[in-house]
């Protein structure tokens, strides 16, 4: 038996290399290990993100990541700021986290610029990052000061109810650049579950676990969608109340269950109001505009509007809202009234949104196409469905295609398992596939 020779603590120490090596092979097969290795938060680079911060590294601009709470900003920010140190020479890096007690006592506008320039270095590129810049009242102030001196490269990141896309130009004088950052894609979480092999499974689990990554370190059913909920409530309750001292929370948190349970259906505050106030919540539709603004502006759903194919022109009358992300779903609703059809098309306007398409529900005749995309010259109608295995099923979803007389690509997008294949000029892809398509 092979010895190992070694000293500790003054002490001539013996290894036996194969009861090590017999030790380590036990450990790794052992529960103990699997439990450690389960419970151990993994981090997955978010390339796609980091590579959009990077091509503006050097703009004048402000750059600010916006999001859901927990959608992973800060994560990027450190992804950034690690980047920057391993591969730009002469940098100074300026961090402030509020959520740090470090920073307590910068947590005011003029202490905030006077910080940051006390740290400023001359004759070195220096980058500027704050997060959670809403928790120093009028940060804006500091930030616009900072930015006409021109001498910083500044990032933001902040509470999606107090960082809103809606408010940007009015908060900074001077030009920014909002990177915005979803939850997890589902090429994301394969590869955090890299060791589940079942493409299916995955998929399964991915349209009830959903994209809010930090929900993952939870082993439980119950600690998971607990967790989930706190996101969403703090988001409701808390920081929209804050933001737009609304007085009562009843109505906000009764008509956004009402968008979950009828994501995909067209959708007017008229006939929110009604259905509310038909179920004893008392509102009116003016109430439930703002509301739904106001939901849509903290990005827990994205409103898509209609557009006419035939006289290409964009519908105002309704449009469709689509849930963030389908684990808060599942989280407060639970599965009532779970329709997977929807679901799947929730995931998939999710992902366009994520791949930079213009996305809208497509009107033709008095059909409707679930979404028309573009991206620069580029356009696609697509149709999602659950199971197009039945004749009647697959005819209806393709009828409102085959109306179309144009030449743009047009495909279907259903849980169809088998490669893809074409119908009449068609293109029909297995939903999971395409979505690992990035």
């Known amino acids: 038996m092979k010895k190992i020779y070694v000293f500790e603590n003054d002490c001539l120490q013996i290894l036996y290399v194969p009861i090590i090596i017999e030790a ?3 450990f790794q097969n052992s529960n103990i290990f699997h439990f450690l290795k389960a419970y151990t938060m993994k981090i997955i680079p978010r390339d796609k993100y980091l590579q959009r911060i990077i091509e503006l590294n050097g703009t004048p601009d402000i750059k600010i990541i916006t999001g859901i709470r927990r959608s992973g900003k800060s994560k990027l920010m450190q992804a950034y700021i690690e980047y920057l140190k391993s591969h730009v020479d002469n940098c100074n890096i300026i961090y402030i986290d509020f959520m740090d007690l470090a920073f307590e006592e910068i947590k005011e506008y003029h202490a905030l610029h006077a910080y940051v320039e006390a740290q400023y270095q001359a004759n070195k590129t220096n980058y500027l990052f704050v997060d959670e810049v809403q928790m120093c009242p009028q940060f804006e102030l500091a930030i616009n000061s900072l930015y006409a001196k021109e001498k910083y490269d500044i990032y933001l990141t902040g509470s999606n109810a107090f960082l809103l896309s809606a408010d940007l130009a009015t908060l900074f004088t001077g030009r920014y650049i909002e990177i915005h950052v ?7 979480y394969c590869r955090y579950y890299e060791e589940t092999k079942d493409i299916d499974q995955l998929f399964e689990d991915y349209s009830i676990k959903g994209g809010l990554a930090g929900s993952y370190a939870y082993k439980t059913e119950k600690d998971r969608i607990n967790y989930i909920k706190e996101v969403y409530e703090t988001i409701v309750t808390r920081d929209l109340v804050q933001k737009y001292a609304l007085p009562d929370t009843l109505v906000l948190q009764r008509m956004s269950e009402f968008l979950m349970d009828n994501v995909s259906n067209l959708t007017s505050p008229n006939k929110v109001s009604q259905l509310l106030t038909a179920s004893n919540t008392q509102t009116n539709h003016v109430t439930v505009g703002k509301y739904i603004r106001y939901l849509c502006n903290a990005f827990v759903f994205y409103d898509i509007k209609r557009y006419d194919i035939r006289g290409r022109k ?6 469709k809202f689509y849930l963030c992300d389908t684990g808060i779903r599942y989280a407060i609703l639970g599965s009532r009234n779970m329709d997977y059809g929807r679901m799947y098309e929730n995931m998939v306007c999710i992902e366009l949104l994520r791949r930079g398409y213009d996305v809208y529900v497509g009107k033709l005749y008095q059909k409707e196409i679930d979404f028309v995309v573009q991206k620069g010259d580029e356009k696609v ?5 659950d199971n197009i295995a039945a004749p009647d099923t697959f005819e209806r979803e393709c009828r409102p295609l085959l109306q179309i007389r144009d030449a743009y690509p047009k495909m279907i997008l259903a ?5 893809k294949y074409s119908y009449e000029g068609i293109d029909i892809y297995d939903v999971a ?6």
């Open 24 to 26: 380590a092979r036990w």
């Open 381 to 385: 109608y697509i149709q999602v469905s």
């Open 182 to 188: 979803f939850p997890f894609s589902f090429s994301e």
């Open 314 to 319: 964009y519908l105002e009358s309704s449009e």
């Open 433 to 438: 596939d395409w979505l690992l398509q990035e």
């Open 415 to 419: 849980r169809t398992r088998p490669p």
